[in-house]
Structure formats: structure tokens, C-alpha cells
């Protein structure tokens, strides 16, 4: 019969309208967006978002996590002042999950306390926003919440995430917003039969630090010369001084001369 249909076809069906209403909603006003944590009942539309975003497929355990807060933390942003009402439907996202520094891959890209076993992260694990209503900073925004988010853990020291290496637009995204890209992993990503690479992308919290570039190692070897020459020279000089002393007394001052305490160069430096 025509309206005999199966569970199945029907989840389809209201699947097809949500889809429908969602991505084909012309914007014809001045969005008022406000974000909100994901509840239950963001489950359906959460799972088209992510289907249509991104090339990773997510099996249903990730959302059912992401709804239900089980080891994930999680914003959604919702456009209140919509028409037709669906005042309450996701329309961006971002999906996060704490990691402790140790068990994380970036632990050779931090300076922290090693002796501390509470050095916590926050992993990006998805971002996205609905086609129409990109270019509108909704994107920034949820990343400033968990950047604010990371930034209240005090054991917390860094926020990370890692982006495909050929989604030019999320690269220039993640350095507007002051991520370092730290890394290139090759063939980090296995997709429908191919592997690509992805840049690992770190923005470092509440006295985070990244080890010593190139530039401040040079900089530090730099100094340290310096430093040595410096000693170097003051011995020649006190010694050539010494030598005249003997043919005539040496009136010359020892006003550049270096204190002969066997001075170190100055540990600042040496950090690195």
C-alpha cells in the first residue's frame, strides 16, 4: 500500500525534509546566533551535518558521545530569529575532547612541567557550519569558546586539531586564528582509498609554550659565542697586558676587562 511504509523508510523520509529544510534555507534576514551546548535532540540533524561536511564518515557511537556528553565537550550555534520556526536547530558545531599531555602525539611539541601527571589538552575533533551562514564569524566563535573553555583548566596548556592538507580554506581559518602549524604528517588520512597528509595546528594556553623554534636556537647559540668570545677575549687581553707589565707598568685600564670568576654565559640563553 502507498502509506504502508517501514521504520526504515520513514526515518529516511524525515531524514530527506530535515535535509531539505537545513540546506536549502535561503538567509533573507540578520541572523541572532547564540550557542549552546549539544543535547539529544540535535542527534539527526548533527549526523547530516557531518555527512555533508565532511569526507570522514562517523559512525553512530561518535554522535551518540558527542549528544549525550560522554567524553566529549560540545557547542552547537542556533539561529533564534529564524522564520520557519526552527529557532532551535543546529546550525554550526564543535565537537572537543580532553586528552592528557602524556597519552597525547603533540607531547614533544610542549614545554610543561614533566613531573606533573594532571598537563591536560583539548582536541578538536570536528567544526563545521551550515553553507548559508558561513562568512558570518559563527566558525570563530565556537572556536573562541573553546579556546575560553581551554583557557578556565588550569592543568590545560594547549588546544590542538589537525586539518587535511589540501582544505586551504581551513588552513588560512586556523592561522587568522592564531594556530601554529607545528607539523606535516604524512598520509595521516585514509580516504576512500587514498592517503593524504595533514598539518597539525596548536594554539597554546595558560603558559603553554612550543620548544625552541630554529630562530631561538640560533639565537641561543648566538648569544652563547658571544658569551665565549667575550671571555676569550678578555683573557688575551689581560694576558698581552701582563707581558707589558714587565718591560714598563702597565697604565692601561681593566675597565673591559671580564671579572675572571669564570663567568658562564647567561642561562636565558642556554634554555633552548
Same mark, same amino acid.
Given at each position: 500500500?502507498?502509506?504502508?511504509?517501514?521504520?526504515?523508510?520513514?526515518?529516511?523520509?524525515?531524514?530527506?525534509?530535515?535535509?531539505?529544510?537545513?540546506?536549502?534555507?535561503?538567509?533573507?534576514?540578520?541572523?541572532?546566533?547564540?550557542?549552546?551546548?549539544?543535547?539529544?535532540?540535535? !542527534?539527526?540533524?548533527?549526523?547530516? $551535518?557531518?555527512?555533508?561536511?565532511?569526507?570522514?564518515?562517523?559512525?553512530?557511537?561518535?554522535?551518540? #558521545?558527542?549528544? #549525550?556528553?560522554?567524553? $566529549?565537550?560540545?557547542?552547537?550555534?542556533?539561529?533564534?530569529?529564524?522564520?520557519?520556526?526552527?529557532?532551535?536547530?543546529? *546550525?554550526?558545531?564543535?565537537?572537543?575532547?580532553?586528552?592528557?599531555? =602524556?597519552?597525547?602525539? *603533540?607531547? #614533544?611539541? !610542549?614545554?610543561?612541567?614533566?613531573?606533573?601527571?594532571?598537563?591536560?589538552?583539548?582536541?578538536? !575533533?570536528?567544526?563545521?557550519?551550515?553553507? @548559508?551562514?558561513?562568512?558570518?564569524?559563527?566558525?570563530?566563535?565556537?572556536?573562541?569558546?573553546?579556546?575560553?573553555?581551554?583557557?578556565?583548566?588550569?592543568?590545560?596548556?594547549?588546544? /590542538?586539531?589537525?586539518? $587535511?592538507?589540501?582544505?586551504?580554506?581551513? *588552513?588560512?581559518? /586556523? @592561522?587568522?586564528?592564531?594556530?601554529?602549524?607545528?607539523?606535516?604528517?604524512? =598520509?595521516?588520512?585514509?580516504?576512500?582509498? /587514498?592517503? /593524504?597528509?595533514?598539518?597539525?595546528?596548536?594554539?597554546?594556553? #595558560?603558559?603553554? @609554550?612550543?620548544?625552541?623554534?630554529?630562530?631561538?636556537?640560533?639565537?641561543?647559540?648566538?648569544?652563547?659565542?658571544?658569551?665565549?668570545?667575550?671571555?676569550?677575549?678578555?683573557? *688575551?687581553?689581560?694576558?698581552?697586558?701582563?707581558?707589558?707589565s714587565r718591560r714598563s707598568r702597565c697604565k692601561e685600564t681593566n675597565s673591559l676587562l671580564v671579572? @675572571?670568576?669564570?663567568?658562564?654565559?647567561?642561562?636565558d640563553t642556554a634554555i633552548c
Amino acid at each position: 500500500m502507498l502509506f504502508n511504509a517501514s521504520l526504515s523508510d520513514l526515518n529516511i523520509c524525515t531524514g530527506l525534509v530535515v535535509k531539505l529544510v537545513m540546506f536549502e534555507l535561503e538567509i533573507k534576514h540578520c541572523p541572532t546566533i547564540i550557542f549552546r551546548p549539544i543535547r539529544p535532540s540535535d !542527534l539527526q540533524v548533527l549526523e547530516l $551535518i557531518h555527512a555533508s561536511l565532511f569526507p570522514v564518515r562517523y559512525d553512530i557511537d561518535f554522535f551518540l #558521545n558527542v549528544v #549525550n556528553g560522554l567524553g $566529549i565537550v560540545s557547542w552547537g550555534a542556533v539561529d533564534v530569529s529564524r522564520s520557519d520556526g526552527h529557532i532551535d536547530e543546529l *546550525i554550526g558545531f564543535v565537537t572537543t575532547r580532553i586528552i592528557a599531555v =602524556k597519552e597525547s602525539e *603533540i607531547q #614533544n611539541l !610542549l614545554r610543561y612541567d614533566t613531573t606533573r601527571n594532571d598537563q591536560t589538552l583539548v582536541y578538536i !575533533l570536528t567544526l563545521g557550519v551550515v553553507e @548559508q551562514y558561513r562568512n558570518l564569524g559563527i566558525a570563530s566563535s565556537l572556536v573562541r569558546e573553546v579556546i575560553k573553555y581551554a583557557s578556565s583548566i588550569s592543568s590545560c596548556r594547549a588546544v /590542538y586539531l589537525h586539518v $587535511i592538507a589540501y582544505n586551504q580554506p581551513a *588552513i588560512h581559518f /586556523y @592561522q587568522k586564528m592564531l594556530f601554529k602549524l607545528v607539523r606535516r604528517l604524512s =598520509k595521516f588520512y585514509y580516504i576512500n582509498g /587514498y592517503h /593524504y597528509d595533514a598539518f597539525l595546528f596548536v594554539y597554546y594556553v #595558560n603558559g603553554g @609554550q612550543s620548544p625552541c623554534s630554529m630562530r631561538e636556537v640560533l639565537a641561543a647559540v648566538a648569544a652563547y659565542l658571544r658569551g665565549l668570545l667575550s671571555i676569550l677575549g678578555g683573557k *688575551i687581553w689581560n694576558g698581552d697586558c701582563k707581558r707589558r707589565s714587565r718591560r714598563s707598568r702597565c697604565k692601561e685600564t681593566n675597565s673591559l676587562l671580564v671579572p @675572571q670568576s669564570k663567568r658562564i654565559p647567561n642561562s636565558d640563553t642556554a634554555i633552548c
